[in-house]
């Protein structure tokens, strides 16, 4: 139980990092950790006009590839699914809102971030 509370811990850490990081580059923070039955968000922030849906993977190195390779074509499907509920409890349509996905990778205890702007399409 106790390796789950620090993974959690750890993955709430990393998170306010990779905020803080894109609050430094402009954007404005909505709302952390988004979760309904689809699945969680990480993320929720503003880039001017636009709503950017974030997922945040942090990795200790690199010994088993980028962080983000670990967004699985599984975990975008979810991430997708609840942005769109996210968006329709905001009384938001996904047809005419600007939004888009981001991924922050976090390698080496934060002292390495990579931020993949509109990295997830909704193909």
Same mark, same amino acid.
């Given at each position: 139980?106790?390796?789950?509370?620090?993974?959690?811990?750890?993955?709430?850490?990393?998170?306010?990092? &990779? @905020?803080?990081?894109? +609050?430094?580059?402009?954007?404005?923070? %909505?709302? /952390?950790?988004? =979760?309904?039955?689809?699945?969680?968000?990480?993320?929720?922030?503003?880039?001017?006009?636009?709503?950017?849906?974030?997922?945040?993977?942090?990795?200790?190195?690199?010994?088993?590839?980028? &962080? @983000?390779?670990?967004? +699985?074509?599984?975990?975008?499907?979810? %991430?997708? /699914?609840?942005? =769109?509920?996210?968006?329709?409890?905001?009384?938001?349509?996904?047809?005419?809102?600007?939004?888009?996905?981001?991924?922050?990778?976090?390698?080496?205890?934060?002292?390495?971030?990579?931020?993949?702007?509109?990295?997830? +399409?909704?193909?």
């Amino acid at each position: 139980m106790t390796s789950k509370v620090n993974h959690r811990k750890t993955g709430h850490q990393y998170e306010q990092t &990779a @905020a803080d990081y894109l +609050t430094g580059h402009g954007l404005n923070l %909505l709302e /952390k950790n988004f =979760f309904c039955r689809s699945g969680e968000i990480d993320l929720i922030m503003k880039d001017r006009e636009t709503l950017v849906f974030v997922e945040v993977k942090y990795r200790k190195n690199r010994a088993y590839g980028h &962080a @983000a390779e670990a967004v +699985t074509p599984g975990k975008v499907k979810k %991430l997708i /699914k609840t942005a =769109f509920f996210w968006l329709t409890k905001q009384n938001l349509s996904p047809h005419t809102t600007d939004f888009r996905f981001d991924i922050v990778a976090i390698h080496q205890d934060g002292d390495n971030i990579d931020w993949f702007q509109n990295a997830i +399409t909704q193909d």
